[in-house]
């Protein structure tokens, strides 16, 4: 089993940043890929970003290239979304999530949501 704790959400204006960030813990062959999700009132969960932990490959979908930014530090557990640029229509409850497959981190960039365990989220509102 793996246990994810996301945290670093918060208030933004148009523009500004923020670094959301992600403990996992327990079975670190579940945790392989991690992953970041969103889900808007109303609207289906998306990923924005994935990494393979054991090679570090990362994922996105067009959606989110070239304003967020998955890494890690592998020391700590942790996985941190870096976003910038923010705008009102990123907005939404953020999920760091986990999955053993390679397949689930591919499925990220390709606009799929394939993943078994999931954080309790943490919110991100952006204000124009």
């Known amino acids: 089993q793996v246990q994810l704790v996301e945290s670093g959400g918060g208030s933004v204006q148009t523009g500004g940043s923020l670094i959301l960030s992600c403990v996992h813990s327990g079975d670190t062959d579940m945790s392989n890929c991690m992953g970041w999700f969103r889900q808007a009132p109303g609207k289906e969960r998306e990923g924005v970003a994935s990494i393979y932990r054991p090679t570090g490959n990362l994922f996105y979908p067009d959606s989110a290239k070239g304003r967020f930014t998955v890494s890690e530090d592998d020391a700590k557990n942790m996985i941190y979304l870096q976003m910038n640029s923010l705008k009102p229509e990123d907005t939404a409850m953020y999920y760091c999530?986990?999955?053993?497959?390679?397949?689930?981190?591919?499925?990220?960039?390709?606009?799929?949501?394939?993943?078994?365990?999931w954080g309790q989220g943490t919110q991100v509102t952006v204000s124009s």
């Open positions: 999530a986990a999955d053993p497959s390679p397949q689930s981190c591919y499925d990220v960039g390709q606009g799929r949501v394939n993943f078994g365990t």
